[in-house]
């Protein structure tokens, strides 16, 4: 479900090629997961027109629980996942910090945004100018990160 989550949230940001969801389907019929426009996508050829794909995927998404995001919605979500690996470990945190800055730089402008902007473009700028001080500011990341997925009702990796 992952790919298939990840390609959905690509998709809303411009960044997948449509052309690549039916090997996507097909690889999540592997994995397991099914639906009837699952099977139909993964049917299809790289060929097909965009359109009919991309609705494809659409329909896939839903009947799977996870309808494609809007575009607002995908960068709050790439920008919490970017939090969540710095906590896991996946991601280094100032390769997060970097992600979430540059996620945040793309959400609508409010004051918590803005905030956001400010944290994390800090952080990252203080890591580069400031090597003697690195153990510090990543903790000041990491517990960044920590308040950012409280903040939006996520669960802190342990």
């Given at each position: 479900m992952d790919h298939l989550r990840r390609a959905a949230l690509k998709l809303a940001l411009g960044e997948q090629p449509t052309e690549d969801l039916p090997m996507i389907a097909a690889q999540a019929l592997a994995d397991g997961?099914?639906?009837?426009?699952?099977?139909?996508?993964?049917?299809?050829?790289?060929?097909?027109?965009?359109?009919?794909?991309?609705?494809?995927?659409?329909?896939?998404?839903?009947?799977?629980?996870?309808?494609?995001?809007?575009?607002?919605?995908?960068?709050?979500?790439?920008?919490?996942?970017?939090a969540g690996g710095m906590l896991t470990g996946s991601l280094t945190r100032y390769e997060a910090s970097s992600e979430i800055y540059w996620c945040a730089c793309h959400l609508e402008r409010t004051d918590a945004s803005t905030k956001l902007v400010d944290l994390f473009v800090g952080l990252w700028s203080s890591w580069e100018d400031?090597?003697?001080?690195?153990?510090?500011?990543?903790?000041?990341m990491q517990l960044a990160a920590a308040d950012l997925l409280l903040s939006h009702g996520k669960q802190v990796p342990d």
């Open positions: 997961l099914e639906s009837p426009a699952l099977v139909e996508l993964a049917g299809l050829s790289r060929r097909d027109p965009p359109a009919d794909i991309r609705d494809l995927f659409g329909q896939t998404m839903a009947e799977l629980g996870f309808p494609v995001p809007g575009v607002e919605e995908a960068w709050r979500e790439r920008m919490l996942e970017a400031w090597p003697d001080q690195r153990a510090s500011i990543e903790r000041d």
